[in-house]
């Protein structure tokens, strides 16, 4: 008979091929989970955490430190990499090789990520990813090699990223000195690859061709020491659409051009939705707030949604979701995702961006990827004292303020985005199914929106997204 091997014997299997020396190589490596203090995110980080624990019980009997992110200083910027590494270098430097950072959804088979980590010299400085590069110079990286971006290459985060010792000792304490501090830091592999690479004093990144971001049991993964996980379905059943209220800021100029963009691709998903403007259409229809239009900003109109939302003008509901009208959103995704999320908790959750991390600044949810809000976050937020100090003030930035002086957490994901599909790496895009993107310059909007947001058999399926996408997510 056939003999099929189970993943443990493979891994016993692995173990017995392999050289103490290898096996010793364990226990000079650090793992760090980019986790979130959220409490979804915590428990898939603990998940992962006893995995890799779990695989290096049958190498070794000292097993190495698996760090979670979140939990290791009380640092805010901490998830953006670079104000953490002196504290790494001068944690592990003496006593470890590698940094090995994963993400919460990379799923790690030890063995042969030891191996590809063993072709490297350790006493040298290493930077070491899966590369990927920009196609054209954009917004979201500060057009940073316009002349031609596609020869500067960072690591793709979901396919975990190392830092050798050397590397780090000699980097961490530079970095911290001149630490990032655009307005709005975004991308942190971006941002660590730049930093990394120090004007071409430093190294580049080394392509691995093991670490990868095939799914966990594709047959094109054989090869590769990382994957990534895709339950199905991940939590359960989607949130309701009746259980979302959602909010679109627009303003006069844009109700005949943009907002019937919004109407032709996704306000059909909405139960409940209301478009707030600075003049009444009873064609569309608006609402007028009593809030003057701005150019920028939009502090004031966004606390006046806020109000409205708590208030008895609006259903009730658990949650909260703020786009602009040049937002191009899945609803019947967001509902599959918030199935994750508890809305008893203060939850605030989109695409996390950073100000002034490195000097004790805040994480705020970019406005035009969309903001989405817990029920007990809008009710905390609006209970403090925290409120717009002019009406045209950066509304997502002065909410971040808000809820770092309430030591709210801020929740990333990925799958929101701030801009365009083109603005971001197309391998980057290629393991996603995203749930947002963002303006519609220089582009056909609804030729984007049935390209990348659109699920063919949302409104024949009593539960929402088809299979597929519920793997994917």
Partial sequence: PMFHPSSQSVQQLDVACFP???????????????????SFHMSWAERQRADLLQQTQSLTQTPPPVLLLHSLTDN???WSILPLLPYLSSLFGKNSSWLVFLEEETNVKVTKLLQ????????????????????????????????????????????AWALSIPL????????????????????????????????????????VPELCTEPEHSPTAQHCATTLRRPAPLCGEPVKKEDIFVAVKTCKKFHS???????????????????????????????????????RGHCGKTFAILERYISDAVPKTSWLLVVDDDTLISLPRLQMLLSCYNPSEPVCLGERYGYGLGQGGYSYITGGGGMVFSR??????????CKCYRDDAPDDMVLGMCLNALGLPVTHSSLFHQARPEDYSRDFLAHQVPISFHKHWNIDPVAVFNRWLKDESVSTRPHGLNKSTKEEL
């Fill in 168 to 207: 780090l000792d000699r980097s961490g304490p530079n970095l911290y000195l001149t630490s990032f501090n655009f307005c709005c830091l975004h991308l942190p592999f971006f941002i660590v690859a730049l930093y990394i690479w120090e004007n071409g004093h430093g190294p580049r990144l080394t392509a």
């Fill in 116 to 159: 590809a980590l063993r072709k490297f010299d350790r006493r040298k400085e290493w930077f070491l990813g899966k590369p990927l590069h920009d196609e054209e110079s954009t917004i979201i990286h500060h057009y940073a090699f316009a002349e031609n971006p596609s020869i500067f290459k960072y690591p793709d985060f979901s396919a």
């Fill in 376 to 385: 007990a976050a809008v009710v905390r937020l609006l209970a403090s004292d």
């Fill in 257 to 295: 051009e943009r907002v019937p963009v919004v109407k032709k691709t996704w306000e059909r998903e909405a139960s409940l939705l209301e478009y707030y403007s600075d003049h009444t259409d009873p064609s569309i229809p608006t609402i007028d707030l009593g809030v003057p239009n701005t150019e």
């Fill in 20 to 38: 103490n020396v290898v096996v010793g190589y364990l226990r000079e490596i650090v793992f760090v989970i980019q986790s979130q203090s959220n």
């Fill in 76 to 78: 805010e910027g901490d």
